[in-house]
C-alpha cells in the first residue's frame, strides 16, 4: 500500500481508536508467533538426531552407511515435502498445510520413538522429513502474507529464531539424556511440541492473501481486518491485492514459462538458498561434535561446545530480529558474509598451522563460533524473509517451493560431499574454499538482492512485473 493511499484511507474512515488497532497490531504478531512453532519443530528435529545417533547405531548394530542413511533420509522426504507443500499450500491453504506438517510430526516423532527395527526407524525420519520439508516451506509464506510491512522481517526472522530455539534445544536434551544412552526419549519428546503445534494451528486465520487468490474477497477482508491496525490499512491492502491479481499469466507453472520476470524471481530465490547452503554452515550444525572430538574435546565436553554452538546462534538471530526492519537487508546480509569469510579464512588459517597447543584450539573454537553468529545475523534469517517476499502473489507457492526444494537440496548435497572433498583437499582448504563461497555471496547480494525493507509485498511484485532490476525491486 502507498503512503498516499494510506493517508486518503484513513482519512476517509479515520484512525481506528487505540484500542482496536494496538489489539489487532498484537493479534497479529500472536498469529505470526504460533505459526513460527513450525520453526521450532523444524529445529528440534534437524537437531535430535546428531545426539541419538550414536545410540542408535549400538543398539541396531547399524554400520557408518545405515547411519548416514537414518540422517539423510529425513533430508530427501523434506526436499520431497517442500514440493508438494506447494501445491497442498495453492489448493488447501497456507494453514492446512501448517496443520497437515504438524500431524506428520506427531506421527513421525511417535514412530521413530517406538522403532522396532531401522526400517521402521527410516520410515519415521521420512514421515519427520515430509513434515519439515511443508512447514519450513508454509510457514515463512504464511508469516510473510499475515505480517504488516513495518515488522515483516522481524516476523519472518523470529520464525528463524525458532530454528535455532529448536536445534539448541534438542542439543540440550540430547546432551542431558546422552548419560542414561535414551536416544528413544530423545526422539519421543518430540511429540510434546508436535501436538502443542498441531493446537495451535487450529487457531489460525487462513492467509487472507491466499482467500483473495480462491476469490474469496468478503472472508479475505474480515481476516485482514483482524490483522490491521485500521479497517482503511485493511481495506487499502485487500484493493492492492486485488490489483495484482488482475494481472494476466495463469499461476504456477504456466506463470513461470509465460513470464520472464516471474522467472527472475524464482532464479533469484533459488540462488539465495544455494548460497545460504555453500556458506558451510549445516557442516557446523551436523558435524561440530565431531569437528570438537578432532580437536581433543572429550565426548561430553564436545556435546557441551555444540550446544554452545546452538546458544550463539540463536542469540546472533536474536539480533538479527531487532535489526532487519531498521537497517534493512542488504547491509545485515552483506555484514554477515563478510564475518563468515573471516571466520573461514581464520579456521583454515589455523588448520594449516596446526597442533594441538591451547592457543590454536581456542583459535579455532572462537572461529567456528564467530562463524556461526555471522550467519546466524544474515544468511539465515535474511534468506528465508527475502524468499518469502520476492514472489509475486500468483507465483509465490511455486516460487517458494523452488527455493524451499532447493534448500533441501543443496544441504543433503554439501553434507554428503562434505567428508570426501575434506579427504581430498585437506582441512585447511576446505575452510577456505567455504570462506570463497562467502566471499562470492557479498559479490550477488552487491549486485542482485533488493532492499524491501518497509515495501510492501504488492510494490515488490509491481516493480518485478515493470522488469525492474533485481536489486532494485524494493527501496
Ligand atoms: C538453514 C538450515 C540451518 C539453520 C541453522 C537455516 O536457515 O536453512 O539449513 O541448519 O538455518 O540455524
Not at 83 to 103: K, N, Y
Not at 294 to 306: L, N
Request: aromatic share 10%; net charge positive.
Amino acid at each position: 500500500m502507498t503512503a498516499d493511499q494510506t493517508k486518503t484511507s484513513q482519512e476517509a474512515t479515520g484512525p481506528a481508536g487505540p484500542h482496536g488497532g494496538s489489539q489487532a497490531a498484537a493479534r497479529a504478531v500472536v498469529v505470526g508467533i504460533l505459526a513460527a512453532m513450525a520453526g521450532l519443530m523444524f529445529g528440534l528435529d534437524t537437531g535430535v538426531i546428531a545426539g541419538a545417533l550414536g545410540f542408535i547405531g549400538d543398539e541396531f548394530h547399524a554400520a557408518a552407511r545405515t547411519q548416514e542413511w537414518i540422517v539423510s533420509s529425513m533430508m530427501a522426504a523434506a526436499a520431497l515435502g517442500s514440493l508438494v507443500a506447494g501445491r497442498i499450500s495453492f489448493r488447501l491453504g497456507r494453514r492446512r498445510a501448517l496443520l497437515a506438517a504438524s500431524l506428520l510430526f506427531v506421527a513421525g516423532a511417535g514412530l521413530c520413538a517406538l522403532a522396532p527395527s531401522v526400517a521402521v526407524l527410516i520410515v519415521g525420519r521420512i514421515l519427520l522429513g515430509l513434515a519439515v520439508g511443508i512447514a519450513a516451506f508454509a510457514a515463512p509464506l504464511y508469516i510473510s502474507e499475515v505480517s504488516q510491512e513495518s515488522v515483516r522481517g522481524a516476523m519472518v526472522s523470529f520464525y528463524q529464531l525458532m530454528v535455532t530455539l529448536g536445534i539448541f534445544l534438542a542439543y540440550v536434551t540430547d546432551s542431558l539424556l546422552s548419560y542414561g544412552g535414551h536416544w528413544r526419549w530423545m526422539l519421543g519428546l518430540m511429540a510434546g511440541p508436535a501436538a502443542l503445534f498441531c493446537a495451535a494451528c487450529l487457531f489460525l486465520p487462513d492467509s487472507p492473501r491466499w482467500l483473495m487468490m480462491r476469490g474469496e474477497r468478503g472472508r479475505a477482508s474480515q481476516v485482514m481486518r483482524l490483522l490491521r491496525v485500521s479497517p482503511a490499512d485493511a481495506d487499502a491492502e485487500i484493493r492492492d491485492i486485488a490489483q495484482e491479481l488482475k494481472r494476466e499469466g495463469g499461476s504456477g507453472l504456466a506463470f513461470f514459462r509465460s513470464s520472464p520476470n516471474f522467472r527472475r524471481s524464482v532464479l533469484l530465490g533459488v540462488a539465495l538458498q544455494v548460497m545460504q547452503q555453500v556458506t558451510g554452515i549445516n557442516v557446523l550444525m551436523y558435524y561440530a561434535p565431531k569437528i570438537f572430538q578432532a580437536a581433543h574435546f572429550g565426548v561430553s565436553a564436545a556435546t557441551w561446545a555444540t550446544a554452545l554452538i546452538g546458544l550463539v546462534n540463536m542469540a546472533a538471530t536474536g539480533f538479527a530480529i531487532a535489526f532487519i526492519d531498521r537497517w534493512g537487508r542488504r547491509p545485515l546480509l552483506i555484514l554477515s558474509c563478510a564475518i563468515m569469510t573471516g571466520a573461514m579464512v581464520m579456521a583454515g588459517g589455523l588448520a594449516a598451522v596446526g597442533g594441538d597447543s591451547t592457543p590454536i584450539l581456542g583459535g579455532m573454537v572462537a572461529a567456528l563460533l564467530l562463524f556461526v553468529a555471522g550467519f546466524a545475523i544474515g544468511a539465515g534469517p535474511m534468506v528465508w524473509t527475502l524468499c518469502s517476499e520476492i514472489q509475486p502473489l500468483r507465483g509465490r507457492d511455486f516460487g517458494i517451493a523452488c527455493s524451499t526444494f532447493t534448500n533441501w537440496a543443496a544441504n543433503w548435497l554439501v553434507s554428503n560431499v562434505f567428508l570426501t572433498v575434506m579427504a581430498a583437499l585437506g582441512q585447511s582448504w576446505t575452510f577456505w574454499l567455504f570462506a570463497i563461497m562467502n566471499g562470492l555471496f557479498i559479490v550477488i547480494t552487491l549486485a542482485y538482492v533488493p532492499e524491501t525493507r518497509g515495501v510492501s509485498l504488492e510494490e515488490i511484485e509491481a516493480r518485478l512485473m515493470a522488469g525492474r532490476k533485481l536489486r532494485e525491486l524494493g527501496r
